[in-house]
Protein backbone atom coordinates (compact mmCIF):
# COMPACT_ATOMS: atom_id res chain seq x y z
CA UNK A 1 0.00 0.00 0.00
CA UNK A 2 2.86 2.59 1.13
CA UNK A 3 4.50 1.55 -1.85
CA UNK A 4 1.27 2.45 -4.43
CA UNK A 5 1.25 5.65 -2.45
CA UNK A 6 5.56 6.23 -2.99
CA UNK A 7 5.32 5.61 -6.45
CA UNK A 8 1.89 8.06 -7.06
CA UNK A 9 3.77 10.83 -5.34
CA UNK A 10 7.07 10.38 -7.57
CA UNK A 11 4.53 10.30 -10.60
CA UNK A 12 3.33 13.22 -9.99
CA UNK A 13 6.56 15.08 -8.90
CA UNK A 14 8.29 13.67 -12.40
CA UNK A 15 4.98 14.97 -14.16
CA UNK A 16 5.37 18.23 -12.47
CA UNK A 17 8.91 19.07 -13.17
CA UNK A 18 8.89 17.23 -17.12
CA UNK A 19 5.74 20.09 -17.68
CA UNK A 20 7.47 22.77 -15.99
CA UNK A 21 10.56 22.27 -17.43
CA UNK A 22 8.79 22.26 -20.78
CA UNK A 23 7.27 25.61 -20.07
CA UNK A 24 9.99 27.10 -19.15
CA UNK A 25 11.60 25.58 -22.66
CA UNK A 26 8.95 27.20 -24.44
CA UNK A 27 9.28 30.43 -23.32
CA UNK A 28 13.18 30.45 -23.74
CA UNK A 29 11.86 30.12 -27.32
CA UNK A 30 9.78 33.06 -27.19
CA UNK A 31 12.85 35.03 -26.33
CA UNK A 32 14.98 33.65 -28.88
CA UNK A 33 12.15 34.10 -31.91
CA UNK A 34 11.87 37.69 -30.66
CA UNK A 35 14.80 38.53 -30.52
CA UNK A 36 15.56 36.86 -34.12
CA UNK A 37 12.88 39.51 -34.96
CA UNK A 38 15.06 42.28 -33.82
CA UNK A 39 18.27 40.76 -35.14
CA UNK A 40 16.64 40.89 -38.57
CA UNK A 41 15.74 44.51 -38.50
CA UNK A 42 19.00 45.28 -37.13
CA UNK A 43 21.19 43.92 -39.79
CA UNK A 44 18.47 45.55 -42.38
CA UNK A 45 20.03 48.77 -40.98
CA UNK A 46 23.16 48.34 -40.97
CA UNK A 47 22.86 46.93 -44.53
CA UNK A 48 21.12 50.31 -45.63
CA UNK A 49 23.55 52.46 -43.85
CA UNK A 50 26.54 52.09 -46.85
CA UNK A 51 24.19 52.92 -49.54
CA UNK A 52 22.55 55.69 -47.25
CA UNK A 53 26.22 57.98 -46.75
CA UNK A 54 26.89 56.82 -50.28
CA UNK A 55 24.59 58.74 -51.74
CA UNK A 56 24.33 61.62 -48.86
CA UNK A 57 28.12 62.26 -49.67
CA UNK A 58 27.65 64.18 -53.09
CA UNK A 59 25.60 66.34 -51.45
CA UNK A 60 26.83 67.16 -47.85
CA UNK A 61 30.33 68.42 -47.49
CA UNK A 62 30.33 69.86 -44.11
CA UNK A 63 28.79 67.07 -42.23
CA UNK A 64 32.36 64.61 -41.81
CA UNK A 65 31.98 64.22 -38.40
CA UNK A 66 28.49 63.03 -38.26
CA UNK A 67 29.20 60.55 -41.17
CA UNK A 68 32.91 59.17 -39.16
CA UNK A 69 30.41 57.99 -36.47
CA UNK A 70 27.92 56.76 -38.21
CA UNK A 71 30.50 54.64 -39.86
CA UNK A 72 32.10 53.85 -36.25
CA UNK A 73 29.18 53.37 -34.29
CA UNK A 74 27.90 50.70 -37.11
CA UNK A 75 30.68 48.65 -37.49
CA UNK A 76 30.68 48.57 -33.28
CA UNK A 77 27.20 47.69 -33.38
CA UNK A 78 27.66 44.60 -35.44
CA UNK A 79 30.49 43.27 -33.39
CA UNK A 80 28.89 43.71 -30.41
CA UNK A 81 28.09 40.56 -28.62
CA UNK A 82 25.91 40.74 -25.84
CA UNK A 83 22.01 42.26 -25.86
CA UNK A 84 23.32 45.06 -23.39
CA UNK A 85 26.53 46.07 -25.60
CA UNK A 86 24.46 45.70 -28.69
CA UNK A 87 21.84 47.61 -27.54
CA UNK A 88 24.24 50.63 -26.35
CA UNK A 89 26.09 50.68 -29.79
CA UNK A 90 22.56 50.82 -31.42
CA UNK A 91 21.38 53.63 -29.66
CA UNK A 92 24.49 55.80 -30.21
CA UNK A 93 23.94 54.99 -34.11
CA UNK A 94 20.21 55.62 -33.79
CA UNK A 95 21.85 59.61 -32.33
CA UNK A 96 24.12 59.78 -34.76
CA UNK A 97 21.31 58.87 -38.06
CA UNK A 98 19.06 61.27 -35.93
CA UNK A 99 21.42 64.36 -36.24
CA UNK A 100 22.02 63.57 -40.41
CA UNK A 101 18.03 63.55 -40.34
CA UNK A 102 18.57 67.66 -38.93
CA UNK A 103 21.12 68.00 -41.42
CA UNK A 104 19.34 67.08 -44.09
CA UNK A 105 17.43 70.08 -44.01
CA UNK A 106 19.87 72.39 -44.94
CA UNK A 107 20.33 70.65 -48.31
CA UNK A 108 17.07 71.28 -50.43
CA UNK A 109 18.66 69.57 -53.16
CA UNK A 110 19.42 66.39 -50.93
CA UNK A 111 15.61 66.62 -49.92
CA UNK A 112 14.39 66.17 -53.64
CA UNK A 113 16.56 63.86 -54.67
CA UNK A 114 14.69 60.47 -55.32
CA UNK A 115 16.97 57.55 -53.92
CA UNK A 116 17.65 59.30 -50.79
CA UNK A 117 13.80 59.41 -50.15
CA UNK A 118 13.46 56.28 -50.32
CA UNK A 119 16.46 55.15 -48.87
CA UNK A 120 15.01 57.55 -45.65
CA UNK A 121 11.65 55.34 -45.89
CA UNK A 122 13.07 52.13 -45.50
CA UNK A 123 15.25 53.57 -42.94
CA UNK A 124 12.72 55.03 -41.51
CA UNK A 125 10.66 52.30 -41.17
CA UNK A 126 13.49 49.63 -40.62
CA UNK A 127 13.95 52.07 -36.83
CA UNK A 128 9.85 51.51 -36.81
CA UNK A 129 10.37 47.54 -36.72
CA UNK A 130 13.35 47.72 -34.32
CA UNK A 131 11.57 49.64 -31.76
CA UNK A 132 7.79 47.30 -31.97
CA UNK A 133 10.20 44.55 -31.91
CA UNK A 134 12.10 45.58 -29.23
CA UNK A 135 8.64 45.92 -27.26
CA UNK A 136 7.70 42.34 -27.77
CA UNK A 137 10.87 40.66 -27.02
CA UNK A 138 11.28 42.96 -23.63
CA UNK A 139 7.33 41.72 -23.08
CA UNK A 140 8.98 38.26 -23.65
CA UNK A 141 11.79 38.67 -21.35
CA UNK A 142 10.00 40.12 -18.80
CA UNK A 143 7.82 37.08 -18.71
CA UNK A 144 10.41 34.42 -18.50
CA UNK A 145 12.34 36.38 -16.24
CA UNK A 146 9.38 36.29 -13.98
CA UNK A 147 8.96 32.45 -14.15
CA UNK A 148 13.11 32.09 -13.54
CA UNK A 149 12.51 33.75 -10.14
CA UNK A 150 8.99 32.68 -8.61
CA UNK A 151 8.87 29.58 -7.34
CA UNK A 152 8.43 26.54 -7.53
CA UNK A 153 9.53 27.41 -10.96
CA UNK A 154 13.02 28.69 -9.81
CA UNK A 155 13.57 25.27 -8.15
CA UNK A 156 13.81 23.43 -11.89
CA UNK A 157 15.35 26.37 -13.76
CA UNK A 158 17.90 26.53 -10.98
CA UNK A 159 18.29 22.38 -11.12
CA UNK A 160 18.57 22.76 -15.28
CA UNK A 161 20.22 25.66 -15.65
CA UNK A 162 18.26 28.09 -17.13
CA UNK A 163 19.22 31.63 -16.97
CA UNK A 164 18.04 35.08 -16.73
CA UNK A 165 18.26 37.16 -20.02
CA UNK A 166 18.67 40.54 -21.12
CA UNK A 167 16.40 43.07 -21.72
CA UNK A 168 16.68 45.35 -24.78
CA UNK A 169 17.17 48.32 -23.15
CA UNK A 170 17.56 51.45 -25.14
CA UNK A 171 18.93 54.14 -22.24
CA UNK A 172 16.52 57.23 -22.07
CA UNK A 173 19.20 59.98 -22.33
CA UNK A 174 20.39 58.40 -26.05
CA UNK A 175 17.07 58.23 -26.95
CA UNK A 176 16.15 61.75 -26.20
CA UNK A 177 19.17 63.03 -27.67
CA UNK A 178 17.23 62.19 -31.43
CA UNK A 179 16.10 65.85 -31.82
CA UNK A 180 12.28 66.06 -32.93
CA UNK A 181 11.92 67.52 -36.37
CA UNK A 182 9.02 68.31 -38.02
CA UNK A 183 9.31 68.79 -42.14
CA UNK B 1 -3.34 39.99 -25.46
CA UNK B 2 -5.12 36.74 -25.95
CA UNK B 3 -7.28 37.04 -22.96
CA UNK B 4 -8.27 39.96 -24.92
CA UNK B 5 -9.53 38.20 -27.88
CA UNK B 6 -10.94 35.59 -25.60
CA UNK B 7 -13.29 38.32 -23.77
CA UNK B 8 -13.96 39.52 -27.50
CA UNK B 9 -15.20 35.90 -28.33
CA UNK B 10 -17.66 35.44 -25.38
CA UNK B 11 -19.58 38.47 -26.52
CA UNK B 12 -19.44 37.89 -29.78
CA UNK B 13 -20.64 34.65 -29.33
CA UNK B 14 -23.62 35.79 -26.95
CA UNK B 15 -24.81 38.05 -29.91
CA UNK B 16 -24.44 35.46 -32.07
CA UNK B 17 -27.16 33.45 -30.39
CA UNK B 18 -28.73 36.31 -29.85
CA UNK B 19 -29.44 36.82 -33.41
CA UNK B 20 -29.69 33.00 -33.95
CA UNK B 21 -32.49 32.91 -31.56
CA UNK B 22 -34.51 35.56 -33.62
CA UNK B 23 -33.72 33.93 -36.87
CA UNK B 24 -35.09 30.65 -35.12
CA UNK B 25 -38.47 32.30 -33.79
CA UNK B 26 -38.86 34.07 -37.11
CA UNK B 27 -38.56 30.32 -39.27
CA UNK B 28 -40.92 29.13 -36.69
CA UNK B 29 -43.64 31.80 -36.81
CA UNK B 30 -43.43 32.20 -40.64
CA UNK B 31 -43.78 28.30 -41.15
CA UNK B 32 -46.65 28.36 -38.50
CA UNK B 33 -48.15 31.25 -40.54
CA UNK B 34 -48.24 29.42 -43.85
CA UNK B 35 -49.09 25.40 -42.08
CA UNK B 36 -50.61 25.27 -38.58
CA UNK B 37 -49.79 21.58 -38.55
CA UNK B 38 -45.54 21.40 -37.87
CA UNK B 39 -45.22 23.80 -40.56
CA UNK B 40 -42.98 25.90 -37.67
CA UNK B 41 -40.05 23.28 -37.63
CA UNK B 42 -40.11 23.32 -41.93
CA UNK B 43 -39.78 27.34 -41.31
CA UNK B 44 -36.78 26.41 -38.94
CA UNK B 45 -35.19 23.89 -41.15
CA UNK B 46 -35.75 26.77 -43.91
CA UNK B 47 -34.12 29.44 -42.20
CA UNK B 48 -31.61 28.04 -40.88
CA UNK B 49 -30.36 26.22 -45.37
CA UNK B 50 -30.88 29.42 -46.31
CA UNK B 51 -28.61 30.81 -43.39
CA UNK B 52 -25.70 27.54 -44.15
CA UNK B 53 -25.82 28.14 -47.57
CA UNK B 54 -24.81 32.10 -47.16
CA UNK B 55 -22.66 31.29 -44.49
CA UNK B 56 -20.52 28.61 -46.44
CA UNK B 57 -20.14 31.10 -48.79
CA UNK B 58 -18.97 33.69 -47.21
CA UNK B 59 -16.74 31.97 -45.30
CA UNK B 60 -14.98 30.04 -48.45
CA UNK B 61 -15.30 33.31 -50.80
CA UNK B 62 -15.91 36.32 -48.55
CA UNK B 63 -13.12 37.64 -48.59
CA UNK B 64 -12.62 37.79 -52.63
CA UNK B 65 -16.44 38.87 -52.99
CA UNK B 66 -15.75 41.59 -50.47
CA UNK B 67 -12.23 42.67 -52.45
CA UNK B 68 -13.92 42.06 -55.82
CA UNK B 69 -17.18 44.50 -55.47
CA UNK B 70 -14.75 47.15 -53.89
CA UNK B 71 -12.67 47.22 -56.99
CA UNK B 72 -9.53 46.52 -54.98
CA UNK B 73 -6.26 45.54 -56.73
CA UNK B 74 -3.19 43.40 -55.36
CA UNK B 75 -0.33 45.32 -55.50
CA UNK B 76 3.22 44.53 -55.23
CA UNK B 77 6.12 46.39 -53.10
CA UNK B 78 7.23 48.63 -56.15
CA UNK B 79 4.04 50.21 -56.37
CA UNK B 80 4.15 51.65 -53.09
CA UNK B 81 6.85 50.68 -50.57
CA UNK B 82 5.40 53.21 -48.04
CA UNK B 83 2.54 51.01 -47.59
CA UNK B 84 3.93 47.89 -47.39
CA UNK B 85 6.46 49.06 -44.55
CA UNK B 86 3.58 50.47 -42.49
CA UNK B 87 1.96 46.93 -42.98
CA UNK B 88 4.91 45.12 -41.91
CA UNK B 89 5.49 47.47 -38.92
CA UNK B 90 2.18 47.10 -37.71
CA UNK B 91 2.27 42.86 -37.97
CA UNK B 92 5.20 43.13 -36.01
CA UNK B 93 3.81 45.56 -33.42
CA UNK B 94 0.68 43.02 -33.57
CA UNK B 95 2.28 39.84 -33.74
CA UNK B 96 0.14 38.80 -36.55
CA UNK B 97 1.76 35.44 -37.86
CA UNK B 98 2.03 36.56 -41.52
CA UNK B 99 2.28 39.18 -43.36
CA UNK B 100 -1.49 40.49 -44.64
CA UNK B 101 -1.77 41.01 -48.65
CA UNK B 102 -2.29 44.53 -49.30
CA UNK B 103 -4.95 45.95 -51.78
CA UNK B 104 -5.40 49.18 -53.72
CA UNK B 105 -8.81 50.49 -54.48
CA UNK B 106 -9.46 53.14 -57.35
CA UNK B 107 -10.81 55.67 -55.74
CA UNK B 108 -10.02 59.18 -54.79
CA UNK B 109 -12.51 58.81 -51.30
CA UNK B 110 -9.96 58.07 -48.81
CA UNK B 111 -10.90 55.06 -46.83
CA UNK B 112 -9.66 51.74 -45.75
CA UNK B 113 -10.86 47.99 -44.56
CA UNK B 114 -9.40 44.94 -43.96
CA UNK B 115 -10.58 40.77 -44.64
CA UNK B 116 -9.92 37.70 -43.78
CA UNK B 117 -11.51 35.42 -41.52
CA UNK B 118 -8.13 33.96 -39.83
CA UNK B 119 -4.83 36.04 -39.17
CA UNK B 120 -2.95 33.73 -41.51
CA UNK B 121 -4.92 34.68 -44.75
CA UNK B 122 -5.94 38.15 -44.28
CA UNK B 123 -5.73 41.49 -46.43
CA UNK B 124 -5.98 45.11 -46.01
CA UNK B 125 -7.42 47.47 -48.66
CA UNK B 126 -6.98 51.30 -48.87
CA UNK B 127 -8.24 53.51 -51.58
CA UNK B 128 -5.89 55.41 -53.29
CA UNK B 129 -6.95 58.67 -52.08
CA UNK B 130 -5.71 57.52 -48.60
CA UNK B 131 -2.49 57.15 -49.56
CA UNK B 132 -1.96 60.15 -51.26
CA UNK B 133 -4.13 62.25 -48.66
CA UNK B 134 -2.17 61.11 -45.72
CA UNK B 135 1.23 61.75 -44.43
CA UNK B 136 3.18 58.44 -42.98
CA UNK B 137 1.73 58.47 -39.04
CA UNK B 138 -1.52 59.22 -40.45
CA UNK B 139 -1.57 56.21 -42.91
CA UNK B 140 0.24 54.21 -40.22
CA UNK B 141 -2.74 54.79 -37.70
CA UNK B 142 -5.39 53.78 -40.50
CA UNK B 143 -3.56 50.63 -41.01
CA UNK B 144 -3.12 49.73 -37.34
CA UNK B 145 -6.72 50.16 -36.83
CA UNK B 146 -6.96 47.60 -39.72
CA UNK B 147 -4.53 45.18 -38.34
CA UNK B 148 -6.83 45.31 -35.00
CA UNK B 149 -9.83 44.12 -36.71
CA UNK B 150 -7.96 41.22 -37.71
CA UNK B 151 -6.69 40.41 -34.75
CA UNK B 152 -9.89 40.76 -32.29
CA UNK B 153 -11.30 38.82 -34.92
CA UNK B 154 -13.75 40.95 -35.71
CA UNK B 155 -13.57 40.51 -39.63
CA UNK B 156 -14.85 37.11 -38.73
CA UNK B 157 -17.36 38.25 -36.75
CA UNK B 158 -18.95 40.84 -39.10
CA UNK B 159 -18.79 38.44 -41.96
CA UNK B 160 -20.92 35.98 -39.56
CA UNK B 161 -23.34 38.17 -37.68
CA UNK B 162 -23.65 40.13 -40.91
CA UNK B 163 -24.84 36.86 -42.28
CA UNK B 164 -27.34 35.78 -40.05
CA UNK B 165 -28.66 39.70 -39.99
CA UNK B 166 -28.51 39.55 -44.10
CA UNK B 167 -30.79 36.40 -43.55
CA UNK B 168 -33.23 37.60 -41.02
CA UNK B 169 -33.72 40.37 -43.09
CA UNK B 170 -34.26 38.26 -46.37
CA UNK B 171 -36.03 36.16 -44.81
CA UNK B 172 -38.66 38.77 -43.22
CA UNK B 173 -38.74 40.70 -46.68
CA UNK B 174 -39.72 37.72 -48.65
CA UNK B 175 -42.97 36.94 -46.13
CA UNK B 176 -44.19 40.36 -46.36
CA UNK B 177 -43.71 40.39 -50.29
CA UNK B 178 -45.75 36.69 -50.97
CA UNK B 179 -48.16 37.94 -48.22
CA UNK B 180 -48.93 40.98 -50.30
CA UNK B 181 -49.01 39.10 -53.34
CA UNK B 182 -51.01 35.75 -52.36
CA UNK B 183 -52.66 36.86 -49.44
CA UNK B 184 -55.73 35.02 -50.84
CA UNK B 185 -54.87 31.65 -50.44
CA UNK B 186 -54.59 32.16 -46.67
CA UNK B 187 -57.38 33.26 -46.09
CA UNK B 188 -59.38 30.47 -47.61
CA UNK B 189 -57.36 27.90 -46.27
CA UNK B 190 -58.18 29.45 -42.83
CA UNK B 191 -61.66 29.42 -42.71
CA UNK B 192 -60.99 25.48 -42.96
CA UNK B 193 -59.71 25.14 -39.76
CA UNK B 194 -59.85 26.70 -36.58
CA UNK B 195 -60.46 30.63 -37.58
CA UNK B 196 -59.11 32.53 -35.20
CA UNK B 197 -56.58 30.80 -34.05
CA UNK B 198 -54.64 31.22 -37.21
CA UNK B 199 -55.94 34.19 -37.13
CA UNK B 200 -53.81 35.14 -34.44
CA UNK B 201 -50.71 33.59 -35.77
CA UNK B 202 -50.96 35.32 -38.76
CA UNK B 203 -50.65 38.24 -36.94
CA UNK B 204 -47.85 37.28 -34.55
CA UNK B 205 -45.95 36.48 -37.66
CA UNK B 206 -46.06 39.50 -39.69
CA UNK B 207 -45.28 41.48 -36.30
CA UNK B 208 -42.00 38.76 -35.90
CA UNK B 209 -40.95 39.66 -39.18
CA UNK B 210 -41.86 43.03 -39.42
CA UNK B 211 -39.75 43.73 -36.17
CA UNK B 212 -36.88 41.22 -36.13
CA UNK B 213 -35.44 42.54 -38.91
CA UNK B 214 -34.63 46.00 -36.92
CA UNK B 215 -34.07 44.54 -33.56
CA UNK B 216 -31.66 42.26 -35.29
CA UNK B 217 -29.85 45.36 -36.79
CA UNK B 218 -29.73 47.43 -33.98
CA UNK B 219 -27.92 44.61 -31.80
CA UNK B 220 -25.65 44.37 -34.50
CA UNK B 221 -24.97 48.27 -35.16
CA UNK B 222 -24.81 48.93 -31.44
CA UNK B 223 -21.46 45.69 -31.29
CA UNK B 224 -20.24 47.29 -34.38
CA UNK B 225 -19.50 50.01 -33.01
CA UNK B 226 -17.94 49.02 -29.91
CA UNK B 227 -15.66 47.25 -31.65
CA UNK B 228 -14.45 50.23 -34.16
CA UNK B 229 -13.76 51.83 -30.67
CA UNK B 230 -11.91 48.78 -29.38
CA UNK B 231 -10.42 48.97 -32.71
CA UNK B 232 -8.88 52.57 -31.85
CA UNK B 233 -7.62 51.69 -28.93
CA UNK B 234 -5.82 48.53 -30.10
CA UNK B 235 -4.18 50.85 -33.03
CA UNK B 236 -2.89 53.02 -30.52
CA UNK B 237 -1.32 50.35 -28.25
CA UNK B 238 0.32 49.11 -31.67
CA UNK B 239 1.96 52.40 -33.19
CA UNK B 240 1.83 54.35 -29.31
CA UNK B 241 0.84 58.03 -31.37
CA UNK B 242 -2.85 58.59 -31.02
CA UNK B 243 -2.31 61.44 -32.77
CA UNK B 244 -1.68 59.67 -36.15
CA UNK B 245 -5.02 58.13 -35.94
CA UNK B 246 -7.03 60.99 -35.04
CA UNK B 247 -5.43 63.37 -37.90
CA UNK B 248 -5.89 60.69 -40.15
CA UNK B 249 -9.87 60.05 -39.16
CA UNK B 250 -10.20 63.84 -39.29
CA UNK B 251 -8.76 63.98 -42.96
CA UNK B 252 -11.17 61.13 -43.98
CA UNK B 253 -14.46 63.24 -42.20
CA UNK B 254 -13.38 66.39 -43.97
CA UNK B 255 -13.36 64.40 -47.41
CA UNK B 256 -15.87 65.72 -49.96
CA UNK B 257 -15.55 62.71 -52.20
CA UNK B 258 -18.12 59.90 -51.91
CA UNK B 259 -16.40 56.48 -52.36
CA UNK B 260 -18.61 54.85 -54.98
CA UNK B 261 -17.85 51.23 -54.49
CA UNK B 262 -18.90 51.11 -51.08
CA UNK B 263 -22.70 49.62 -50.20
CA UNK B 264 -25.05 49.12 -47.75
CA UNK B 265 -23.57 45.37 -46.95
CA UNK B 266 -19.54 46.24 -47.32
CA UNK B 267 -20.16 49.57 -45.31
CA UNK B 268 -19.53 48.47 -41.95
CA UNK B 269 -16.08 46.81 -43.17
CA UNK B 270 -14.85 50.56 -43.69
CA UNK B 271 -12.63 52.20 -40.84
CA UNK B 272 -14.98 55.42 -41.07
CA UNK B 273 -18.66 55.07 -42.34
CA UNK B 274 -18.08 55.92 -46.62
CA UNK B 275 -22.46 56.32 -46.73
CA UNK B 276 -22.28 59.47 -45.58
CA UNK B 277 -25.66 60.36 -43.88
CA UNK B 278 -26.42 63.91 -43.84
CA UNK B 279 -27.89 65.57 -40.43
CA UNK B 280 -27.30 62.76 -38.83
CA UNK B 281 -27.72 62.51 -34.68
CA UNK B 282 -24.19 61.98 -32.60
CA UNK B 283 -25.96 59.24 -30.85
CA UNK B 284 -28.16 57.58 -33.67
CA UNK B 285 -28.48 54.13 -32.92
CA UNK B 286 -29.12 52.69 -36.08
CA UNK B 287 -24.99 54.10 -37.49
CA UNK B 288 -22.74 51.09 -37.93
CA UNK B 289 -19.77 53.56 -36.69
CA UNK B 290 -19.34 56.42 -33.76
CA UNK B 291 -19.52 59.81 -34.91
CA UNK B 292 -15.96 60.37 -36.19
CA UNK B 293 -15.48 63.48 -34.26
CA UNK B 294 -16.25 61.57 -31.03
CA UNK B 295 -13.61 59.27 -32.12
CA UNK B 296 -11.07 61.88 -32.95
CA UNK B 297 -11.74 63.90 -29.12
CA UNK B 298 -11.13 60.21 -27.52
CA UNK B 299 -7.68 59.55 -29.28
CA UNK B 300 -6.97 63.44 -28.30
CA UNK B 301 -7.93 63.21 -25.27
CA UNK B 302 -5.26 60.21 -24.38
CA UNK B 303 -2.04 61.26 -22.58
CA UNK B 304 0.71 59.76 -20.70
CA UNK B 305 0.56 56.64 -22.40
CA UNK B 306 -0.76 53.88 -25.08
CA UNK B 307 -2.00 50.89 -22.93
CA UNK B 308 -6.05 50.02 -22.71
CA UNK B 309 -6.08 52.20 -19.81
CA UNK B 310 -5.23 55.07 -20.71
CA UNK B 311 -8.09 55.03 -23.94
CA UNK B 312 -10.41 53.70 -21.75
CA UNK B 313 -9.90 57.13 -19.22
CA UNK B 314 -10.07 59.23 -22.11
CA UNK B 315 -12.91 57.66 -23.45
CA UNK B 316 -15.07 58.18 -20.03
CA UNK B 317 -14.17 61.73 -20.03
CA UNK B 318 -15.28 62.89 -23.33
CA UNK B 319 -18.49 60.57 -22.64
CA UNK B 320 -18.40 61.43 -19.41
CA UNK B 321 -19.90 58.01 -18.33
CA UNK B 322 -18.38 54.63 -16.52
CA UNK B 323 -19.66 52.87 -19.68
CA UNK B 324 -17.06 50.29 -19.74
CA UNK B 325 -15.35 49.63 -23.76
CA UNK B 326 -12.43 47.88 -23.21
CA UNK B 327 -12.85 44.29 -21.49
CA UNK B 328 -11.49 44.21 -18.66
CA UNK B 329 -8.17 41.55 -19.21
CA UNK B 330 -7.43 44.79 -21.56
CA UNK B 331 -7.50 46.91 -18.65
CA UNK B 332 -5.99 44.51 -16.18
CA UNK B 333 -2.87 45.37 -18.00
CA UNK B 334 -1.22 48.22 -16.17
CA UNK B 335 2.21 48.69 -17.87
CA UNK B 336 2.84 51.88 -18.94
CA UNK B 337 3.48 52.06 -22.67
CA UNK B 338 5.02 54.87 -23.50
CA UNK B 339 3.99 57.45 -26.77
CA UNK B 340 6.09 57.81 -29.67
CA UNK B 341 7.18 61.43 -31.51
CA UNK B 342 6.13 61.98 -34.52
CA UNK B 343 8.21 60.56 -37.63
CA UNK B 344 10.49 62.76 -39.77
CA UNK B 345 9.20 61.34 -43.19
CA UNK B 346 8.77 64.37 -45.52
CA UNK B 347 5.95 63.47 -47.15
CA UNK B 348 3.72 66.78 -47.84
CA UNK B 349 1.61 67.52 -50.29
CA UNK B 350 0.27 70.99 -49.85
CA UNK B 351 -1.37 71.84 -53.16
CA UNK B 352 -5.00 69.85 -54.01
CA UNK B 353 -3.92 69.43 -57.47
CA UNK B 354 -0.69 67.67 -56.46
CA UNK B 355 -2.37 65.59 -54.29
CA UNK B 356 -5.12 64.66 -57.80
CA UNK B 357 -1.93 63.15 -59.78
CA UNK B 358 -0.81 61.27 -57.01
CA UNK B 359 -3.46 59.47 -56.50
CA UNK B 360 -3.51 59.16 -60.24
CA UNK B 361 0.19 58.12 -60.24
CA UNK B 362 -0.77 55.11 -58.00
CA UNK B 363 -4.03 54.14 -59.76
CA UNK B 364 -1.36 53.82 -63.05
CA UNK B 365 1.23 51.93 -61.46
CA UNK B 366 -1.57 49.34 -60.01
CA UNK B 367 -2.89 48.90 -63.50
CA UNK B 368 1.03 48.85 -64.80
CA UNK B 369 1.94 51.78 -66.40
CA UNK B 370 5.27 53.11 -66.27
CA UNK B 371 7.18 56.27 -65.50
CA UNK B 372 9.95 58.23 -67.54
CA UNK B 373 10.88 61.78 -65.53
CA UNK B 374 11.70 63.96 -68.37
CA UNK B 375 14.84 66.44 -67.89
CA UNK B 376 12.01 69.55 -69.04
CA UNK B 377 9.91 68.49 -65.89
CA UNK B 378 7.37 66.28 -67.63
CA UNK B 379 6.36 62.82 -66.28
CA UNK B 380 5.63 60.94 -69.08
CA UNK B 381 3.04 58.11 -68.35
CA UNK B 382 3.85 54.89 -70.84
CA UNK B 383 0.25 52.14 -70.94
CA UNK B 384 1.49 48.23 -70.36
CA UNK B 385 0.62 47.52 -74.08
CA UNK B 386 2.92 50.67 -75.25
CA UNK B 387 4.83 48.17 -78.02
CA UNK B 388 8.27 50.58 -79.43
CA UNK B 389 11.27 50.84 -77.73
CA UNK B 390 11.19 54.99 -77.54
CA UNK B 391 9.12 57.95 -77.61
CA UNK B 392 9.44 61.68 -77.52
CA UNK B 393 8.79 64.02 -74.95
CA UNK B 394 5.48 65.70 -75.79
CA UNK B 395 6.70 69.16 -74.40
CA UNK B 396 10.39 70.05 -74.97
CA UNK B 397 11.09 66.67 -77.81
CA UNK B 398 13.69 65.11 -76.34
CA UNK B 399 14.07 61.05 -77.14
CA UNK B 400 13.85 58.42 -74.49
CA UNK B 401 14.40 54.87 -74.75
CA UNK B 402 12.26 53.01 -72.60
CA UNK B 403 13.46 49.47 -71.05
CA UNK B 404 11.38 46.86 -70.67
Given amino acids: MTLIIVLVVIAVVIMFVVSMYNSLVQLRNR???????????????????????????????????????????????????????????????????????????????????????????????????????????????????????????NIIAGMFKFTEEEFFEVENETERAVPKVAF | MWELIEANRRKSLILFFTLGLILLLLGYFLGSAYYPDGGGFIGIFFAFVIWGILSLISYFSGSKILLAVSGAKEV?????????????????????????????????????????????????????????????????????????????????????????????VLISEVFLRSLWFGGGRYSSKSSKSSGQGQMIVMIVAIVFAILAPIIAQLLYFAISRKREYLADASAVRYTRYPEGLASALEKIANSTEELKTANKVTAPMYIANPLKQKGQKLTDITSTHPPISERIRILREMSGGANYVNYQNAFNKIKRSNSQIIPSSGLADQTSIGLKEASVIPYSLGLNKQMKRDTGDIMMKVNQYSFIQCSCGLKIKIPPDYKKSELFCPRCGRKHSIRN
Fill in chain 1, 31 to 153: VKNAWSQIDVQLKRRHDLIPNLLETVKGYMKHEREIMENITKYRSQAMDAGTVGEKAQAESLLSGALGQLRVQVENYPDLKANQNFLALQEELTSTENKISYARQSYNDQVLFYNNKIQMFPS
Fill in chain 2, 76 to 168: TKEVHPQIFNIVEEMKISASLPSMPKIYIINEAAPNAFATGVKPENSAVAVTAGLLARLNRDELQGVVAHEVSHIVNRDVLFMTFAGIMLGSI
